[in-house]
């Protein structure tokens, strides 16, 4: 099992930023894969970017120049730095792990990007 901690939503004005974090614990695989997810309502769970333990990350256009995924291996957690926010990120922001056998998420956190 895996659980997932995240931290740092909240509300912002538009061109504002924000920084998520996620910090993993319990049966972590050397080789694995962190990143993120957003739901906003009535829409389906997208990838924002994630990170892999190999050196790959993705990111979602809408993400690509604005946002900036980051891990620290070594606290088997994954970062998001989000500049210039718009109120179409305005979502539920999930944490996600995957080690290629088992995939597991957090909770979530609320972004609203509202002036």
């Known amino acids: 099992q895996v659980q997932l901690v995240e931290s740092g939503g909240g509300l912002v004005q538009p061109g504002e930023s924000l920084r998520l974090s996620c910090a993993a614990s319990?049966?972590?695989?050397?080789?694995?894969?962190l990143g993120w997810y957003h739901q906003a309502p009535g829409n389906q769970r997208e990838l924002v970017a994630d990170?892999?333990?190999?050196?790959?990350?993705n990111y979602a256009d809408s993400a690509k120049g604005r946002f900036t995924i980051s891990r620290d291996n070594a606290k088997n957690s994954v970062y998001l730095q989000m500049n210039s926010l718009k109120p179409e990120d305005t979502a539920v922001y999930y944490c996600?792990?995957?080690?290629?056998?088992?995939?597991?998420w957090g909770q979530g956190t609320q972004v609203t990007v509202s002036s």
């Open positions: 996600y792990y995957t080690d290629y056998f088992s995939d597991y």
């Open positions: 990170s892999s333990t190999e050196g790959r990350t």
């Open positions: 319990g049966s972590i695989r050397s080789i694995n894969t």
